[in-house]
């Protein structure tokens, strides 16, 4: 029998849901496939014709990928979770491994809240991790917050997932998101058969967010038809570092009440600031709403969602997937949908949840792991600014590359200014210029970073994503070396 | 400012997604949600005028929730994952703290494979771990499995979301569902605007699953215009535990290469059976394909997908949502297009990956662990084969129950026949017989369980789904206490 006798399938590339054919996520892409290939070719010793002896993946904020050691004191407690039977032998956990009080003591409070780590919790999370989350953001803002209105989930990507398939009732729905953004918005969009408003961010000004911008772009989509419902606000900003200031926040919410519109604030970079500090939007709102600028109640029903992460930060701990988002100003039945929707995945990773308590509650002053956690906290901080200098001035030298200050988050989004001929060369192989410079740096160095196609960028311009969580400077130099040939060959 | 002059929202009840509100899920609905609010009140020492002293969730399969103790070697494995520092302590670990030799070289196979728990793996999985799960795939059926058409997935719930996500392309695309069914198929199906093509299975016949019956079904529903892709078959079935045998494998299977439909094969309570053995798709597939029914190459190219879990079997650890599926048969094409829709919640939570390893490649005999395994693993088996019987008992003395022997799975799905009384008292609060039975008996003793309408059933019948994972006897006494009363009050 040939191949083309062969029965036909279901399934076929042309009759399968046209919404994922149109989702794109590059961040996962065919360079990450493509340096995962070389990776296990490497592990396998097949890799001696390669130019290059190990695979640098700068694609995605992967800290634990690149040798970032988790914080003790988590991990001490995630293994009594998980071994609750180790309680038994407190003796040999003090004196022994050096485990401290506070480590047990924790561990003991988590596995009543929880149970066992085995069990299913809550759909939205266990009930005494949300009330630490709750105690963690009145610190944090200095307002209250409501552990019911707190919804545990499986990384804020699960978070993102569940508030748009909500948000999005038909082709129509359109939901504002910075340009350059981070793919999972608008990934989850078209996923949803909904439309991406975009509004870009100024690079000039540190790719500050321009609420005036945001205004003309959902004026020009209304024009279009579109009901817009949401805007997504990334800060610090993802790919770009950007953080916002609190008149800055101001002014969005103002909009946002203005409008009526949905205000969701990824704030997963929160504590990844390297210059000035982070303004959360629940702060923002609640300042706002016992302002004068209240009076007529204007902001009293803004429906805000704000989402965090275990994942980035100083935690790092993305392969527990934990996050949370905390709903305030929602209608009580919408938020019932969100409930029912979470509940269809049964609940977030169990350990990912004490993970986040862990996270928003750790060791203070005076406590027996204070210490170590604090030297900990502070070396991958000082680590991470570091990097985040030394490739910024990296960029700086190279010809044609312009890259803002790094204020925060883990990544840097230069812009590259590409010979006509490097242009022409990745046209002729049906690729963008910055799609294949990322493809040629990968096949030269084995460094795995993204082309900016993939967060967006205004017409005209190029970029590429890089974390700065490698250790060493050697890779550095290796970009800065192929820089230099990829510049001579197409100049 | 009054109530009505609050400004109004961006999100209400009438504009937010359609397909969310249509989805439906009681596994997790008003009873679940009653259940924890009685739970919290005891807790909280407010629940002295309830009519008990505690709450018995029997509405989902949550085996640890209900005191079943995790695995021993899991644990031990899962905490030297979670904290790699006491591998630095071996001979604390093993003098100390009673871990055998064979944990700790499993927990550094796994830290090899996977780097660090808090680290992102790829997206489809860890390959060392996949290649675990191809193995045991392989022993399990006498058939090959690549591990690269292994998917690991946050609970086959995950997998299922994904699966159904890129086969739903439109409004009129349909899927074979089976009635009584799990209702994540239900509820994903309408999240994706597609359409439930039911079949029914036979409860007289221990819930069997007749091929003519689906036939039928899928006539109808060709003739109504909807473009039937994929048949789900849960197997041992849930909520019936109704088991299917070679032969029913084999019929399913033909119609599957007949209509050209995609299998996809609910396998999560493959180890839960109590009659008989589990006969896998995956086997049933491969028989066929080297048999001379397949002469003409007519299985060559069947789609199967087989789902697997961690959260089932003896053990019980959905908290950690872990689970895999794996692929066979399908387009290349529309395999990267899942890879694609994966990648974009970036990857399963890594410590249930390494649980699903542990899973597949338990201690073998001669092992240090074996021994206390395989003790453990048999009291969880024989327990729960001595409650599944305890209960069915119960309701075989209980008047107007009648409930198929118990076969496998974690439940057990009995008709029950409920006097016209009932009937009318339920209709008047809105309510179908079997929703209000429940409720009354959630009210009066604590013992939260799920009717029948949750999981679909012939019309004119009422059914209940209780686990049977409860420890003790008090709880079925609790719930035949009720029904006599139940029955006096509304005969």
Redesign the interface.
């Known amino acids: ?1 040939t191949k083309e ?9 042309d ?4 919404n ?2 149109t ?1 794109k ?1 590059a ?3 065919e360079l990450a496939i493509k340096s ?1 290939a070389y990776r ?1 070719q490497l592990a396998k010793g097949e890799g001696k014709d390669l130019p290059f002896d190990s695979v640098i993946s700068a694609n ?1 904020g ?4 690149l040798d970032q050691k ?1 914080i ?1 004191f988590f ?2 407690v ?3 979770v ?5 309680l038994e ?1 407190e003796d ?1 956990l003090i004196n ?2 050096d485990y401290k009080p506070d480590v047990i003591a924790r561990a003991k409070k988590l596995l009543k809240d ?10 939205q999370g266990s ?1 005494g991790i949300r009330q630490s989350v709750a105690e963690f953001i009145e610190r944090r803002d200095g307002y209250p917050a409501d552990a019911q209105s707190i919804y545990l989930c ?2 804020a ?2 978070g993102v ?1 569940a508030l748009l ?5 038909t082709p129509k729905t359109g939901v504002l998101v910075p340009i350059p953004q981070y793919p ?1 918005y608008t ?2 969009l078209a ?2 058969n909904a439309k991406v408003v975009p509004y870009y961010l100024e690079e000039e000004s540190g790719w500050s967010t321009n609420v005036d911008g945001m205004r003309e772009a959902l004026k020009k989509a209304k024009d279009e038809g579109i009901d817009v ?2 805007v997504v606000v990334i800060n610090p900003g993802n790919p770009t570092g950007g953080s916002l200031g609190a008149k800055d926040i101001e002014s969005v919410l103002e909009l946002v ?1 203005e409008e ?3 205000m969701m604030a990824d704030e997963v970079y929160q504590t990844n600031i390297f210059e000035g500090k982070f303004h959360s939007f629940k702060k923002g709102l609640r300042d706002l709403q016992k302002s004068d600028k209240n009076k ?3 902001f ?2 803004v ?1 805000l969602a704000s989402l965090h992460s275990i994942s980035k930060g100083m935690v ?6 934990g996050g949370f988002y905390e709903m305030v ?3 009580e ?2 938020v019932e ?1 969100i409930y ?2 979470v ?10 949840q004490c993970l986040v308590e862990l996270m928003v509650n750790p060791p203070k002053e005076g406590e027996p792991s204070y210490e170590l956690y604090k030297k900990e906290y502070d070396t991958i901080f000082n680590n991470l600014h570091e990097r985040a200098m030394a490739l910024y001035k990296a960029f700086e030298e190279m010809e044609g590359v312009e890259c803002q200050t790094p204020q925060g988050s883990l990544y840097l989004y230069p812009t590259i200014n590409l010979p006509q001929k490097a242009i022409e060369a990745a046209k002729e192989k049906g690729k963008g210029g910055d799609e294949f410079y990322c493809m040629q740096l990968l096949d030269a160095t084995g460094i795995c970073i993204v082309p900016g196609a993939g967060f967006g960028q205004k017409e005209g311009t190029l970029h590429f994503r890089t974390t700065f969580l490698a250790p060493g400077t050697d890779w550095v130099s290796r970009i800065t070396d192929f820089h230099k040939k990829f510049l001579d060959e197409y100049r």
Do not use: W
């Not at 998980?82 to 180790?86: A, Q």
């Not at 398939?165 to 009732?169: L, Q, R």
């Not at 790092?316 to 997937?321: D, K």
């Open positions: 029998m006798e062969l029965p036909s399938r279901s399934l076929t590339i009759n399968i849901n046209p994922v054919k989702a996520y961040v996962r892409g995962e296990s995605i992967n800290p634990q990928q988790p003790t991990r001490q995630a293994s009594l998980e071994n609750p039977l180790l032998k040999v022994a491994l929880v149970k066992s780590v085995g069990a299913y919790s809550q759909s009930p499986g990384g990507s699960a997932n398939s909500v948000i999005c009732a999972l990934a989850t996923l949803l419902r949401a009440a009526k519109l949905v007529n109640g204007k009293d029903n429906e790092g701990e993305c392969g527990h997937r100003g929602f209608d039945k919408v949908q029912k929707f509940s269809i995945m049964l609940c977030p990773p169990v350990v990912g």
